[in-house]
């Protein structure tokens, strides 16, 4: 049987492969969970930075939290909304397979969303764990780097670019979990795994800022 790294890395560069013979793997759930779980404590540590700064969120967060606060009540929700976000997202693509006849099993589904999830989302991670990094040590002021991402410039060029390639990726990888999990063509998985991501973004929509 294969190791985690290799899953990992080989989802990066040949994901159907990589997610046939993950589906042989007994410890295929086990293996997920570490992957997704270790990218959402990577970046729960970046949150941290964030909070150490100083720093307050740029949009109105929808939980009753005050903003000078917000980015330390986030370290302890970041993890449960991201791993309830996972299931959520499993659960809607396992029941809409079922709809265009889909027989995998929900253990199938989850163990290859939490490596479709989870490798993508580095796209963003690393620059902003970096810059909360900076941020907190007082390199970088949080609210300066905010305006040079958000307003027209390079700074915006370079998040836009990031933030799209991770979106290609995610409903690609999506597409990709359930095409292999549920045994179905291309056409159905992709409509299904872009229903998935919906649902995922949209739900941690709710609690990140």
């Known amino acids: 049987m294969a190791s985690l790294r290799y899953y990992f ?7 159907r492969r990589a997610f046939s013979e993950l589906l042989s793997d007994p410890r295929r759930l086990k293996h997920g969970f570490i ?4 990218m959402v404590l990577l970046y729960t540590v970046g949150i941290l930075f964030i909070a150490f700064s100083g720093a307050e969120p740029t949009m109105q967060p929808w939980l009753a939290i005050p903003s000078k606060n917000y980015y330390y009540w986030q370290t302890l929700f970041y993890a449960p909304v991201f791993i309830t976000g996972w299931i959520l997202a499993a659960g809607v693509v396992q029941l809409l397979s079922r709809l265009f006849k889909g027989n995998g099993t929900f253990e199938d589904t989850a163990s ?7 490798v993508p989302t580095y796209v963003t991670l ?26 027209p410039g390079l700074g915006q060029i370079f998040s836009w670019s990031l933030m799209l390639i991770e979106l290609v990726w995610l409903i690609t990888l999506f597409s990709v979990s359930v095409e292999k999990a ?12 872009t229903i998935g991501y919906i649902v995922y973004q949209l739900f941690l929509f709710i609690f990140i800022r």
């Open 35 to 38: 992957t997704f779980l270790t």
């Open 112 to 118: 290859l969303l939490g490596f479709g999830i989870a």
């Open 126 to 151: 690393i620059p902003d764990t970096i810059g909360g990094f900076l941020a907190f040590l007082g390199i970088i002021n949080q609210k300066e780097y905010t305006e040079f991402i958000t307003h």
């Open 9 to 15: 890395e080989n989802t990066i560069i040949r994901p």
């Open 182 to 193: 549920q045994k179905l063509p291309w056409w159905k998985a992709g409509i299904i795994g």
